[in-house]
């Protein structure tokens, strides 16, 4: 049986190893869509999460398989490669709204007096979450196909859609507040 102090110890190594993989794949998405020819929306204030319809046709295995019916090599070289870059960027921009949001919210729940932790927890988890899965998802592109990590995408795309519409109802929800106590 493994004492609470070991346990702690794992946690921790996992955690930080966790972290690590996340940050390694957001500073790789940015260098590695950097040397493409794919401008990357480095204005965070514009980006927001992209429809869930745009993830799931990135990702999705029909555009390559009417690709390799073409037989053309260099079709499907040229196809890899740039769905790769259109991947990466993705996650890259993902990265970056998901940032924006969170710092959008911090700044928001400076303001508002009634915060509740067990919310504000798990906004924070969903952000950790979050990043993680981009940085895994970062790694996945470069070692295997946009396709074969599909599922990881749109559950991506689905948690920062999450996210997203959760800091949309803080904003309405705090101006509403504004509102009240102005009047």
Do not use: N
Not at 10 to 20: D, K, Y
Not at 99 to 106: A, L
Not at 126 to 140: D, N, R, S, T, V
């Amino acid at each position: 049986m493994i004492g609470i102090p070991t346990a702690l110890l794992l946690g921790t190594i996992l955690l930080l190893l966790l972290l690590f993989v996340a940050a390694r794949g957001s500073v790789g998405a940015r260098e590695s869509t950097s040397r493409s020819d794919v401008p990357l929306l480095d204005d965070e204030a514009a980006l927001d999460p992209c429809p869930p319809e745009f993830v799931a046709r990135i990702f999705s295995p029909d555009d390559w398989e009417f690709v390799s019916e073409t037989g053309s090599p260099q079709l499907e070289k040229l196809f890899r490669r740039e769905r790769k870059v259109v991947a990466l960027a993705w996650v890259h921009q993902t990265s970056l709204a998901v940032r924006r949001i969170m710092r959008e919210h911090t700044l928001a729940a400076r303001h508002s007096h009634d915060l509740q932790f067990a919310t504000e927890s798990k906004l924070v988890l969903l952000y950790a979450e979050l990043m993680l899965l981009c940085g895994m998802l970062f790694l996945a592109i470069q070692s295997a196909e946009p396709q074969r990590v599909r599922g990881l995408a749109v559950y991506a795309g689905t948690l920062s859609q999450r996210l997203a519409q959760a800091q949309h109802d803080l904003k309405t929800i705090t101006a509403g507040g504004e509102f009240h106590s102005a009047s």
